[in-house]
C-alpha cells in the first residue's frame, strides 16, 4: 500500500537548554567521531577492550555508520570489531515456529504477541558463547585503545547489557519501514540480509510488540539515543539530553507528519490544497495518530524526526491518567481527511468507499487481542454536489440475501443491486455522523470528510471488515491507475460484527446534531449529540479573533482547524508553549496542557474540531 509523507509546517520548535541543543552531533562522521571519543575515553580509564551496544529498530541501516567508524578508527588509532547481533538468533525455522500461533490461518487479521520479548528469539547457547568471549576481552588489558561494536536488534539484550560500557539506541519511523518492508528490502529477526518473503503480519502482530518492549528497555538502559532516520545523516544525543527533549515537548501541543494515500475511491481536492509529489489521488490523508512522526526543533538547526510514540514515556502527562490506565501504552486516536473532490460529476461505484464496519473492543480482544475497538465519526468539512455517505441499512432490506450475494461475491462478482441494501444520506457541511462498531458504512464522495476515530493498534493494523468494494480494480501506483486487483473482502467476520442497523434507528441515533455549550463575544462551543457505546465527543469552537479552550490537566485533545487560514494554540500559565497550525491541520494537545488561548493570525473566522475521551 503506497503511502506520501508531507512534512510542511510540522516543525515543532521547543525550548531546550543550551547544554541539551548544543549536545546533538549531526552526521555520520560526526557521530562516528563521537562514538570514537566515547570509546577513548572509556579506554583510558580500564585500559580494556571497550564493549559497545548498537540497538536499534527494524529499518536502521548500520553499514554507513560502522563503515565511518572504522575507516575513521584506523586514522585515531583505535581498533575496531565489528559483531552483528543477526547471529544470536535461533534458526529461521525455530522463529516461524514461534510466531504461527500468532499469524494464525486468517490471512487477514493475526493475533497479538501480548507478552513477547526478543530474547523468545535469541539462541541460548550463541548468546552464552559471545558472552564469554566478550568477557575475556574485557578482563584482557590492551596496549592500544579498541572496542568491540555489537549492533543490530538484540545486541542490547539482558542477556549480554549487563557487558556493556557504553549502549546506544538507533531509532526509525514507521513509514520507511513500511516503504522497506512493501518493497522486500526488511532485514528482520535472525537474517543477515532482507527476506522479500517476510510477512506483513509479523511486523505488525509479532515483530513491532518484540522491538516496542525491547525499545522500552532500550530507553531506560541506553547512554545515547541516535535519530538514524537517513543513515547518511544521524543524529546522536546523550541520553539526559534525549530526556529532556522529550520532557519537554511533551508539555507543548504536537504537530505531526502527515501520509497521503491513495485508493479505490481516491479523489483529487488535494491537488487544491498541497503540493505532494507522486501522489495520483488521495483516498486520504492522516493527520494525527500513534504511527504518525515528528519532527523537533531544539534551535540547532538539526531536526530531529522520531515516532511521535516517544511521548508515552510520559504517559499521564500525553494522553492522561484515564487513558493511561485503561489502555496502557495505547494513544486511542486517529484524525483523517477523506478526499472526495471530482471535476466531473462519477459514479457511486467510483466516488464510494468499500461498505464496510468495523469491530467492538470486546471483539478484537477475543479474537485478535488487541485492547481497543474501533469507533468512528465522519464530519462533513466541505460538501459538493451530490455529498453523500452511506450508513445502515434500508428499513426493507432482506439482510439474508444481502449477506448471500456479498458472500457468492467476494468483490469478484458485481451486485448489481446492492442500492437496494444501504441508505444514502445526502450530507451538508458541518454534519456528524456516528459511526459505532458493526454499522455499515462508507463514504459516498463528493465531500471532503473529517474522519476521528479511535485507533485499535499502535502498531497501525487496520481493523475494517470490507463486505462489498463494488468488484471494482483497486489503484496501482506504480502505473497510476486502477488496474490493481480488487480488494479482498473480510466477510466472515464483518457479518459476525453486524449489528444490521437500519434507517430509522440510524437517523434517531447516528445522525448527531450539535448543541451550544456556551456562548460570548469572543467565542462559541458546541457538542455533538452521543451515544453511550462511543467512547469519544466531537466538539467544535468558534471565534473571530480569540477562542479559549482547557484540557482541564486530565483529557488529551485532538484540534483540526476546518474553516480560517492560521490559528495559534497558546498556554496561558506558560506562553512559551505554544504551536502554531493551518487549515486541514491537526495538533495533538497534551492532557497536562491545561487553560489556552486559540488566537486567530489569518482572515475570516475560525472553527476549530476537537476529538477527546469522554471520561477523564
Request: charged share 25%; glycine share 8%; hydrophobic share 35%.
Given at each position: 500500500m503506497p503511502l506520501y509523507e508531507y512534512a510542511h509546517n510540522a516543525k515543532n520548535s521547543i525550548q531546550v537548554s543550551e547544554q541539551t541543543a548544543a549536545s546533538v552531533v549531526s552526521?555520520?562522521?560526526?557521530?562516528?567521531?563521537?562514538?570514537?571519543?566515547?570509546?577513548?575515553?572509556?579506554?583510558?580509564?580500564?585500559?580494556?577492550?571497550?564493549?559497545?551496544?548498537?540497538?536499534?529498530?527494524?529499518?536502521?541501516?548500520?553499514?554507513?555508520?560502522?563503515?565511518?567508524?572504522?575507516?575513521?578508527?584506523?586514522?585515531?588509532?583505535?581498533?575496531?570489531?565489528?559483531?552483528?547481533?543477526?547471529?544470536?538468533?535461533?534458526?529461521?525455522?525455530l522463529i516461524m515456529r514461534y510466531k504461527q500461533p500468532y499469524l494464525t490461518e486468517d490471512p487477514s487479521f493475526g493475533i497479538v504477541c501480548e507478552d513477547g520479548v526478543i530474547e523468545d528469539l535469541m539462541d541460548e547457547e550463541k548468546c552464552a558463547v559471545l558472552r564469554e568471549s566478550l568477557s575475556e576481552r574485557r578482563k584482557q588489558q590492551t596496549a592500544k585503545c579498541s572496542g568491540i561494536l555489537v549492533f543490530g536488534y538484540g545486541s542490547g539484550s539482558r542477556k549480554l547489557d549487563d557487558l556493556y560500557d557504553l549502549y546506544y539506541y538507533f531509532d526509525y519511523t514507521r513509514q520507511p519501514l513500511l516503504w522497506k518492508m512493501?518493497?522486500?528490502?526488511?532485514?528482520?529477526?535472525?537474517?543477515?540480509?532482507?527476506?522479500?518473503?517476510?510477512?506483513?503480519?509479523?511486523?505488525?502482530?509479532?515483530?513491532?510488540?518484540?522491538?516496542?518492549r525491547q525499545k522500552d528497555y532500550a530507553?531506560?538502559?541506553?547512554?545515547?539515543?541516535?535519530?538514524?532516520?537517513?543513515?547518511?545523516?544521524?543524529?546522536?544525543?546523550?541520553?539526559?539530553?534525549?530526556?529532556?527533549?522529550?520532557?519537554?515537548?511533551?508539555?507543548?501541543?504536537?504537530?505531526?507528519?502527515?501520509?497521503?494515500?491513495?485508493?479505490?475511491?481516491?479523489?483529487?481536492?488535494y491537488k487544491d490544497l498541497w503540493d505532494v509529489p507522486g501522489l495520483g489521488c488521495n483516498a486520504w490523508n492522516e493527520t494525527?495518530?500513534?504511527?504518525?512522526?515528528?519532527?523537533?526543533?531544539?534551535?540547532?538547526?538539526?531536526?530531529?524526526?522520531?515516532?511521535?510514540?516517544?511521548?508515552?514515556?510520559?504517559?499521564?502527562?500525553?494522553?492522561?491518567?484515564?487513558?493511561?490506565?485503561?489502555?496502557?501504552?495505547?494513544?486511542?486516536?486517529?484524525?483523517?481527511?477523506?478526499?472526495?473532490?471530482?471535476?466531473?460529476p462519477q459514479p457511486a461505484e467510483r466516488t464510494s468507499m468499500p461498505l464496510h464496519l468495523h469491530p467492538s473492543t470486546d471483539y478484537v480482544r477475543r479474537n485478535f487481542k488487541e485492547p481497543l475497538g474501533r469507533y468512528e465519526t465522519y464530519y462533513v468539512a466541505e460538501a459538493y454536489q451530490d455529498a453523500n455517505t452511506w450508513l445502515g441499512y434500508r428499513e426493507d432490506a432482506d439482510l439474508e440475501e444481502w449477506e448471500k450475494l456479498c458472500r457468492e461475491s467476494e468483490n469478484q462478482i458485481p451486485i448489481e443491486n446492492w442500492r437496494d441494501y444501504v441508505i444514502r444520506w445526502d450530507s451538508s457541511e458541518g454534519d456528524l455522523y456516528l459511526i459505532p462498531p458493526g454499522t455499515v458504512h462508507g463514504h459516498g464522495g463528493n465531500q471532503l470528510i473529517l474522519e476521528m476515530d479511535t485507533c485499535t493498534s499502535n502498531a497501525g493494523t487496520e481493523y475494517s471488515f470490507f463486505l462489498y468494494d463494488f468488484a471494482r480494480k483497486s489503484w496501482e501506483d506504480s502505473t497510476q491507475d486502477m488496474t490493481g486487483r480488487p480488494l479482498k473482502m473480510h466477510t466472515e467476520h464483518g457479518?459476525?460484527?453486524d449489528r444490521c442497523r437500519r434507517g430509522k434507528w440510524v437517523k434517531d441515533h447516528l445522525l448527531a446534531k450539535?448543541?451550544?455549550?456556551?456562548?460570548?463575544?469572543?467565542?462559541?462551543?458546541?457538542?455533538?449529540?452521543?451515544?453511550?457505546?462511543?467512547?469519544?465527543?466531537?466538539?467544535?469552537?468558534?471565534?473571530?479573533?480569540?477562542?479559549?479552550?482547557?484540557?482541564?490537566?486530565?483529557?488529551?485533545?485532538?484540534?483540526?482547524?476546518?474553516?480560517?487560514?492560521?490559528v495559534v494554540l497558546r498556554s496561558k500559565e506558560n506562553p512559551q508553549y505554544q504551536s502554531q497550525i493551518e487549515k486541514w491541520q491537526s495538533v495533538i494537545v497534551p492532557a497536562c496542557f491545561g487553560d489556552y488561548e486559540l488566537i486567530n493570525e489569518g482572515a475570516g473566522s475560525c472553527t476549530v474540531v476537537q476529538l477527546r475521551w469522554k471520561k477523564g
Open positions: 552526521g555520520g562522521r560526526e557521530v562516528a567521531r563521537s562514538i570514537l571519543d566515547q570509546i577513548r575515553e572509556k579506554y583510558e580509564s580500564t585500559k580494556s577492550t571497550v564493549l559497545v551496544a548498537m540497538e536499534g529498530w527494524y529499518g536502521v541501516e548500520w553499514a554507513p555508520l560502522l563503515n565511518e567508524v572504522s575507516a575513521l578508527g584506523k586514522s585515531m588509532k583505535i581498533g575496531i570489531e565489528t559483531v552483528p547481533a543477526a547471529g544470536l538468533f535461533q534458526p529461521i525455522d512493501w518493497d522486500g528490502k526488511l532485514v528482520p529477526f535472525g537474517f543477515k540480509s532482507s527476506n522479500p518473503d517476510y510477512n506483513w503480519k509479523e511486523y505488525y502482530y509479532i515483530d513491532h510488540y518484540l522491538l516496542l530507553l531506560q538502559r541506553m547512554d545515547y539515543y541516535v535519530e538514524c532516520v537517513n543513515p547518511e545523516h544521524p543524529k546522536c544525543m546523550p541520553r539526559q539530553s534525549y530526556d529532556e527533549i522529550i520532557r519537554t515537548l511533551v508539555r507543548y501541543p504536537v504537530k505531526e507528519v502527515k501520509i497521503f494515500q491513495p485508493g479505490n475511491w481516491g479523489a483529487y481536492r494525527a495518530g500513534p504511527e504518525l512522526s515528528i519532527l523537533v526543533d531544539i534551535g540547532n538547526e538539526e531536526m530531529i524526526q522520531m515516532p511521535v510514540m516517544n511521548l508515552m514515556q510520559y504517559p499521564e502527562e500525553f494522553v492522561g491518567r484515564y487513558i493511561h490506565e485503561t489502555y496502557p501504552g495505547v494513544l486511542p486516536f486517529d484524525v483523517w481527511l477523506n478526499d472526495g473532490y471530482f471535476d466531473t457479518f459476525r460484527m450539535p448543541r451550544v455549550r456556551e456562548w460570548n463575544r469572543d467565542y462559541s462551543t458546541d457538542q455533538y449529540d452521543t451515544v453511550p457505546e462511543m467512547p469519544f465527543h466531537i466538539e467544535r469552537i468558534h471565534f473571530e479573533k480569540r477562542g479559549e479552550n482547557s484540557t482541564g490537566g486530565k483529557y488529551m485533545q485532538i484540534l483540526t482547524l476546518t474553516a480560517g487560514e492560521r
